[in-house]
């Protein structure tokens, strides 16, 4: 009995410690740090690589904040755009390797920092709450300024979140390729209060962190992250999806797009990359994501 009561009391101890945990780390999860600097030599390389001109891109987004990033173009014209996403605590030069390869391949490519990331405004990150209409404001720009015969988006880690929920809310979007999203912004902190051994450890013993954290988040980003959530955007409009993750990814595993596919909709494809971790994929097998992910687009336009 004594032993019980002494497991209980340390179990009881270990929750409300994650809860005080939870509570304190929630308004930070608004304000990622942004952890890399732009790339601008590796920017200038690919561009005289690719053969392909810069621009700077402007956007207010609904609530005012101003969105910043680059159109590129490529020597040759198609027609042909993509949106690109990066990750968390990121900014656009995260994406160089996908708009190499695709501007290689006569794709214009939009690069634009995330609301609080990078040179864009923005007080909070809200998980694709918000930056999906962020989307729709990059999207009515680009078609005022340009000749878009067909419009793309890919997106890595929140880029891919971003990338699913805009496509939902955002029908101009014809298809979208995502890596290593998070299924709801609700099982990714069952991954991550699970110290990233176990998601069961997230929804029994640190539950409490998940509860107060998301909590806190919401009452300061003024959002509910229950709607941050890809697999209710596939499930929301039938757009194709590409969906890649890594075997190796401790931070978003496999389950969380195996969820998003089983909820889509539409045309959808899963790729499954061995030893690939967190936003790994490109750098373990750079030409088939490359040659997959061309060939998802080329079979997924709309009639022009």
Not at 174 to 184: C, G, M
Not at 234 to 248: E, M, S, Y
Not at 257 to 263: M, N
Request: proline share 5%; glycine share 8%; with cysteine.
């Amino acid at each position: 009995m004594r032993r019980l009561y002494i497991a209980g009391l340390i179990t009881a101890s270990i929750m409300v410690l994650a809860a005080v945990v939870g509570f304190l780390i929630g308004p930070g999860l608004a304000h990622p740090a942004n952890l890399n600097p732009e790339r601008l030599p590796q920017t200038v390389a690919m561009l005289a690589r690719t053969h392909a001109t810069r621009e700077d891109f402007v956007v207010r987004a609904p609530d005012g904040a101003m969105l910043r990033g680059w159109k590129i173009r490529p020597a040759t014209l198609s027609g042909d755009w993509v949106l690109l996403f990066h990750g968390i605590s990121d900014n656009r030069t995260g994406t160089l390797g996908a708009a190499d390869f695709l501007l290689r391949h006569g794709y214009s490519v939009v690069m634009m920092d995330a609301r609080a990331h990078g040179k864009s405004g923005g007080d909070f990150s809200t998980y694709g709450w918000q930056e999906r209409f962020d989307t729709v404001a990059i999207t009515q720009a680009l078609l005022a300024t340009e000749h878009v015969r067909h419009l793309y988006a890919l997106g890595v880690s929140l880029g891919a979140v971003i990338a699913l929920d805009s496509a939902a809310v955002e029908p101009r979007i014809e298809a979208v390729a995502a890596e290593d999203s998070f299924s709801s912004l609700h099982e990714v902190a069952f991954d991550y209060a699970g110290l990233w051994i176990s998601p069961w450890l997230g929804r029994t013993l640190f539950r409490p962190a998940t509860f107060f954290a998301l909590r806190r988040l919401s009452q300061t980003a003024h959002f509910d992250p229950a709607e941050a959530s890809p697999e209710k955007a596939v499930a929301q409009r039938a757009f194709p999806v590409l969906l890649i993750c890594g075997t190796r990814d401790r931070q978003i595993p496999c389950r969380h797009d195996e969820l998003i596919y089983r909820a889509a909709r539409g045309p959808k494809q899963l790729w499954v990359v061995r030893g690939a971790g967190h936003a790994g994929a490109f750098g373990t097998a750079p030409r088939e994501y490359e040659e997959r992910v061309l060939k998802f687009f080329q079979d997924n336009s709309l009639s022009s």
